[in-house]
């Protein structure tokens, strides 16, 4: 064997396997399919992600709504509880008042007579 052939046949044996392990024959190509593979599913967990998001803030809004009927219904219950409290009190004063008118009356025709 010559002396070129012997370095040519060592260089080799050393540079295969370093080519091997840094996948310049192909076994690059396993760790480029498992990297894809991995962006896949984090793209598919980002979609759920963002559906689930948008569930929420659905269901945000919709529990938003009902809170706001309920506070607007309590709000017009107990507007009408005081204007007809009002009213009561608007009549039972307007009822007095011309009691008190007819006593008046009376009383000033009495004395009147006198």
Same mark, same amino acid.
């Given at each position: 064997?010559?002396?070129?052939?012997?370095?040519?046949?060592?260089?080799?044996?050393?540079?295969?396997?370093?080519?091997?392990?840094?996948?310049?024959?192909?076994?690059?190509?396993?760790?480029?399919?498992?990297?894809?593979?991995?962006?896949?599913?984090?793209?598919?967990?980002?979609?759920q992600r963002k559906a689930y998001r948008e569930q929420? *803030? %659905?269901? @945000? /809004?919709?529990? #938003? $709504? !009902? &809170?706001?009927?309920?506070?607007?219904?309590?709000?017009?219950?107990?507007? =009408?509880?005081?204007?007809?409290?009002? *009213? %009561?009190? @608007? /009549?039972?004063? #307007? $009822? !007095? &008042?011309?009691?008190?008118?007819?006593?008046?009356?009376?009383?000033?025709? =009495?004395?009147?007579e006198q």
């Open positions: 064997m010559k002396l070129w052939q012997g370095l040519l046949l060592v260089v080799l044996l050393v540079a295969l396997p370093v080519l091997s392990a840094c996948g310049f024959f192909g076994a690059g190509k396993e760790q480029q399919q498992a990297y894809e593979e991995q962006l896949k599913a984090l793209e598919a967990y980002e979609e929420v *803030e %659905a269901y @945000n /809004q919709e529990v #938003l $709504k !009902a &809170y706001q009927k309920q506070s607007d219904d309590y709000n017009q219950a107990h507007l =009408k509880a005081y204007q007809e409290q009002l *009213e %009561a009190q @608007n /009549q039972a004063r #307007l $009822k !007095a &008042y011309e009691e008190y008118e007819e006593q008046t009356r009376i009383w000033y025709e =009495k004395q009147q």
